[in-house]
């Protein structure tokens, strides 16, 4: 490959389209560069894992469930069974702790949206 020619004016200046002087100015960001920045070699890796969790918390919000974050969502759809689990953020390994605490999550009265007042004695 030989290199660009300059374009030069009558004038003897060079043009405002004169390829390699426009070249010369090219600079790139270390962010660009993932030898060079760790910020972008962290986002290579966790950018496809928040797109993943993205579209989980999406169906998972479609299905009438509240995930407690985005953060995790993906393996929350995978792995959870019960209601409970999604809005705590928990997986319940144990078959018989899982039942017990869906049946008391069920059981608790729904959130009001006026304070609780205690009065005091």
């Given at each position: 490959?030989?290199p660009?020619?300059?374009?030069?004016q009558?004038?003897?200046?060079?043009?405002p389209?004169?390829?390699?002087c426009?070249?010369?100015?090219?600079?790139?960001a270390?962010?660009a560069?993932l030898?060079?920045s760790?910020?972008?070699?962290?986002?290579?890796?966790?950018?496809p894992?928040?797109?993943?969790?993205?579209?989980?918390?999406r169906?998972?919000?479609r299905?009438?469930e509240?995930?407690?974050?985005?953060?995790?969502?993906?393996?929350?759809?995978?792995?959870?069974?019960?209601?409970f689990?999604?809005?705590?953020?928990?997986?319940?390994?144990?078959?018989?702790d899982?039942?017990?605490?869906?049946?008391e999550?069920?059981?608790?009265?729904?959130?009001?949206a006026?304070?609780i007042?205690?009065?005091t004695?």
């Open positions: 490959m030989k660009a020619k300059h374009l030069i009558e004038d003897g200046e060079h043009s389209n004169c390829f390699p426009k070249i010369r100015t090219v600079t790139m270390p962010s560069m030898t060079r760790p910020e972008a070699a962290r986002a290579v890796i966790t950018d894992q928040l797109e993943k969790d993205r579209e989980s918390y169906r998972l919000r299905d009438g509240q995930p407690k974050h985005l953060k995790g969502s993906a393996e929350l759809e995978a792995k959870a069974n019960e209601s689990e999604i809005e705590t953020g928990w997986i319940v390994e144990d078959r018989a899982r039942l017990r605490l869906a049946t999550f069920a059981g608790m009265p729904e959130p009001s006026s304070p007042v205690r009065e004695a």
